[in-house]
């Protein structure tokens, strides 16, 4: 769906130019709405897991949960950590897209795993997919204004992380009631797919990248 609306939208916005003397939050807004919305469907799986893959663990009689968490959460910080390397070499929209293909690929592990240590894995690809697009988005979004508003800019850009942790609660909850378990990962699948779709409708020059 977002890949959809992503191919109907121009690849430059034509937002308004914020003064000197001030920014609305509309004009921020128009300016940050495309990386934040990537990451609000990017964090859409890690939130799913966080409070349901016990859930889903219990589901099919698996014991482990708790290790993929682990495995999720180590795989996360550990591309935290050397991520900065590959953002400088190859940019920050092809690491994020790369990064996005690779939270896809581990949620569809997930739902398709016939093994808890198979499960472990798919967590394991999903942190490593997730772990750098925060920073890239969060790159983005501050280069698109001067620097004098990048208060505001950090603001409502982690207003869309919030956003997301705010709304996948109930929404899986209500999927997980209605249908199954296995269903937070199809809609971190969905999370995944979405953030990736709306990347093709952001245009953004790497000016820092290393040849």
């Known amino acids: 769906m977002a890949t959809l609306i992503a191919l109907t939208l121009p690849k430059t916005t034509s937002a308004p130019n914020p003064s000197s003397k001030g920014a609305t939050v509309f004009a921020v807004l128009a300016r940050i709405w495309r990386p934040g919305l990537v990451l609000a469907f990017a964090t859409l799986p890690t939130a799913a897991m966080s409070g349901f893959i016990t859930l889903a663990f219990e589901a099919r009689a698996w014991h482990g949960a708790g290790a993929a968490l682990l495995a999720f959460s180590a795989a996360f910080i550990t591309v935290r950590l050397v991520g900065a390397r590959l953002i400088l070499r190859y940019g920050l929209m092809t690491v994020s897209r790369i990064s996005c293909m690779i939270l896809l690929a581990g949620q569809l592990s997930l739902f398709l795993a016939t093994s808890q240590w198979l499960s472990v894995l798919g967590a394991i690809a999903s942190g490593i997919g997730y772990s750098l697009v925060f920073p890239a988005m969060g790159i983005i979004s501050m280069n698109a204004l001067p ?61 820092n990248r290393n040849p």
């Open 147 to 207: 620097v004098q508003f990048k208060g505001r800019v950090i603001g409502l850009y982690s207003a869309f992380f919030d956003g997301s942790l705010a709304i996948t609660g109930p929404i899986v909850g209500m999927l997980v009631a209605k249908f199954d378990a296995d269903m937070i990962y199809l809609f971190g699948a969905f999370g995944a797919a979405s953030s990736l779709g709306l990347l093709l409708s952001i245009h953004y020059h790497d000016s």
